[in-house]
């Protein structure tokens, strides 16, 4: 492998390490999803045991990551196949299947938070978001 080689790799390894990362600290966060409730009159230890209920009921929702991934990958290698070589779309692929991937993951967890909400709703809480 040459120096070049090298020096490409470690790169890609490190945006990779700092993307995960990125990641990482944003899943920890509050999430912006959660479902608020009007908690005037409402039983939360009963409130609790239906949203796990419901959390469980969102689950049945399909991974969309990897369609993304693979539908970023394509377009973005056939881009980089049009306007370059062969190793800038193989690049491009990457980075579709990349970006798809976290678009992807973004819409399930869009459409689960939907499901928990529409779920609260259907057992008469008041859900304020």
Known sequence: MSTIGLDKLLKYRFY?????????VAGCAADPNKPVIDPEGVDMAQ???DRAKCEQVALQVEQKAGNEAVTGAVVLGLIGAIFGDSDTAKKSAAAGF???GAKGLGKTELERARVVKNCLRARGYQVLN
């Open 16 to 24: 990779g390490i700092v993307l995960f990362g990125t990641l990482l």
């Open 47 to 49: 409130f609790e045991e």
């Open 98 to 100: 990349v970006g798809g």
